[in-house]
């Protein structure tokens, strides 16, 4: 592929690629980089602190234009947009200086390929008349309608609204880009469902598995230690371990009293942090390092009920070797085998019955253990999903 000049838009920062917002972006700007191309990515940052710490990513790309706002402006922003048809998503991700700065750039350096990621900040490149990727990555409209069954009247209103407002955005934006991709073969269900004559394709997130490596000690975990990993401000991760600790660990502790639970992410909000009150469970917030935590334990579980997309912390606990309880649901984002390589609970006494049955049997642990970074290297490594990734840029370009 000859060499390109890339408009690369986010709507989360894309450095520190550290979560599962930006680790897609900052993936894919470096392996950008990496092929010989020009890559400018905009996007923007909502505090000082924020603008400084993405200075680093002046390495990974050729410009960064960065649309400072306040977090403070934009949450008004979001609000006034609430009874208007467009999305209050939409609102929340625009800033006129970084619209203007994106003019800006398109006019002096006309870009080769502009490519999105997330339908929030598709709004400032979507009338141009270049090719153009939408990365949908999941669709967010079936998200926040799965919220709004989890909340209560009225505010549950409020998100269906958002969802059906966002879906009707979806719909128009997959008509005004080239292509548009998500992260997983059910994302792209969603989006054919629309049935709009658009070209639709999906590639899915990759893993760093020589840094997600196995202990190298494989007998070193704590027998009796479930973990969790994710953003503890978070409302599907905050539902999943309230949910977790309070209906499911109980029922674990009637056969294996010492099991212990450990909660691994930023920002725990004040309901998670209260769960330290009841007995065994550890809430550590932000950490240097995640792996050592995983890697104690004796299973990672994802037993979230709402969950769109592929969850980073599947992938990354069997990159560590470390066996996987999961919902149906945070499960469809994986192409994995239940039994083999994850299991996978459909409730409450499941996830238990699972996790007790890993905490049982040492053997049947080593074998879930060795074929989940099995899966890992061979379908889920950023080699093949980049190769897929070149393979839908070059169908862009072609105009086929």
């Known amino acids: 592929m000859q060499s390109l000049k890339i408009l690369y838009l986010c709507h989360r920062f894309p450095y520190p690629g550290n979560d599962g917002s930006r680790v897609r972006s900052f993936n894919l700007i470096r392996h950008f980089k990496s092929q010989g191309h020009q890559v400018t990515v ?10 400084a710490a993405g200075e680093p990513l002046n390495e990974y790309c050729d410009k960064v234009i960065a649309g400072q706002v306040s977090e403070a402006v934009q949450n008004c922003r ?13 609102a929340y991700f625009y800033s006129s200086r970084l619209k ?16 999105v990621h997330c339908s929030s900040v598709a709004h400032y490149v979507a009338e141009y008349d ?16 799965i919220y709004s069954r989890f909340k209560s009247f009225p505010i549950n209103l409020g998100y269906w609204y958002e969802g059906i407002r966002l879906r009707r955005a979806e719909k128009k934006l997959a008509q005004q880009f080239s292509v548009s991709t998500c992260i ?4 792209l269900d969603t989006l054919n469902n629309y049935n709009l004559d658009i070209d639709g394709d999906w590639f899915p997130n990759g893993v760093d598995s020589d ?6 000690d494989p007998g070193s975990y704590q027998p009796d230690t479930i973990s969790f990993i994710g953003r503890m401000d978070y409302y599907p991760n905050i539902e999943a371990m309230l949910r977790f600790c309070n209906d499911i660990l109980p029922l674990i502790q009637q056969h294996k009293p010492d099991a212990r639970m450990i909660i691994i992410g930023a920002n725990p909000a004040p309901e998670i942090r209260r769960l330290e009150q009841l007995n065994s469970v550890t809430v550590t917030g932000t950490v240097d390092d995640v792996r050592d935590y995983v890697r104690s334990s ?18 990354e606990a069997m990159a560590m070797g470390v066996p996987v309880v999961c919902s149906s649901v945070a499960a469809r984002g994986v192409e994995a085998e239940h039994g083999k390589n994850i ?4 409730n409450n006494q499941e996830c238990a019955d699972q996790v007790l049955h890993v905490l049982n049997n040492a053997e049947q642990r080593r074998s879930l253990s060795l074929e989940g970074r099995t899966l890992i290297e061979q379908q889920y490594t950023w080699d093949n999903a980049l190769q897929r990734l070149n393979t839908i840029v070059e169908r862009c370009l072609s105009g086929k």
């Open 42 to 51: 905009a996007s923007l940052t909502r505090s000082d602190h924020e603008t």
């Open 78 to 90: 979001m609000v006034a947009y609430l009874f208007t048809p467009v999305p209050s998503s939409i």
């Open 100 to 115: 203007q700065r994106i003019a800006e750039e398109i006019s002096t350096n006309r870009p080769d390929l502009i490519y």
């Open 130 to 145: 270049i090719p153009k990727i939408m990365d949908f990555v999941d669709m967010d409209s079936a998200k926040w309608l």
């Open 184 to 187: 997983t073969r059910t994302e």
């Open 211 to 216: 840094f997600f490596c196995p202990d190298p």
């Open 298 to 315: 004796a299973v990672m579980v994802a037993p979230l009920n709402i969950a769109r997309g592929t969850q980073n912390k599947i992938l």
């Open 343 to 346: 299991l996978v609970a459909a």
